[in-house]
């Protein structure tokens, strides 16, 4: 058993566990991806959803990112994966920029986001310009949130709540309607700055 305590100058924060087995002639990759920590405590006080698959993208996609954690290369390109601190940001502006595109051509735009925390300054003015634009965004934030929804000709297409119940509300789940062809994803991060700019997080379909 070999430890690896991180990556310099960054704290990963994202949830991924990566089973290589040998099956006949070939080799087979199982991953498992979440919202949550792997910590026996928390799953029993968090509320969090996670996903295994041997999708072959994703199953290389996994194997890039321990790479990375081990400090044996940096990958320039991801078939599946968003990757934080590299791509997790500027993907989700993209992401938010589509459903722009789809309300200015009258067809709708949809975001759906849950969340524990919505602190980032660039995601918050990027929400605004795509709710005075007229698309249709739902908040879920369990904690801090430093978006104002309602503002006429600013938030008027936002609303936000929070869910509070028996266990933590921890997962992140995003919603893209994606003109009819939606989009899901979890992920590991929040929308807050030390998230997408200095730790190392998973976004992931």
């Known amino acids: 058993c070999h430890v690896i305590y991180g990556v310099v100058g960054l704290k990963v924060h994202g949830k991924m566990a990566l089973v290589i087995r040998q099956e006949g ?9 979440g919202t949550g920590n792997y910590n026996d405590m928390t799953a029993r006080l968090y509320s969090d959803m996670s996903f295994f698959t041997a999708d072959k993208d994703i199953g290389a996609d996994a194997s890039e990112f321990f790479n990375m954690i081990l400090g044996c290369s940096v990958p320039t390109s991801w078939k599946k994966l968003v ?28 975001v759906i986001a849950k969340m524990n925390s919505l602190l980032d300054k660039d995601i918050i003015l990027k929400l605004y ?20 929804p309602g503002i006429e000709g600013v938030s008027q297409n936002i609303t936000v709540r929070s869910v509070i119940g028996q266990f933590l509300e921890h997962h992140r789940i995003i ?14 991060a929040d929308w807050m700055k030390r998230n997408l700019s200095e730790r190392v997080e998973l976004l992931f379909p």
């Open 83 to 110: 990757v934080a601190p590299h791509g997790l940001r500027k993907r989700l502006k993209a992401l938010i920029d589509r459903e722009i595109e789809f309300a200015e051509a009258g067809k709708g735009g949809h």
């Open 129 to 148: 310009e795509a709710s005075s634009k007229g698309v249709k965004i739902e908040l879920i934030v369990r904690g801090i949130c430093s978006l104002i």
């Open 25 to 33: 002639s070939s080799m087979r990759r199982y991953i498992h991806m």
């Open 175 to 188: 919603y893209f309607a994606n003109g009819g062809n939606c989009e899901m994803y979890l992920s590991s």
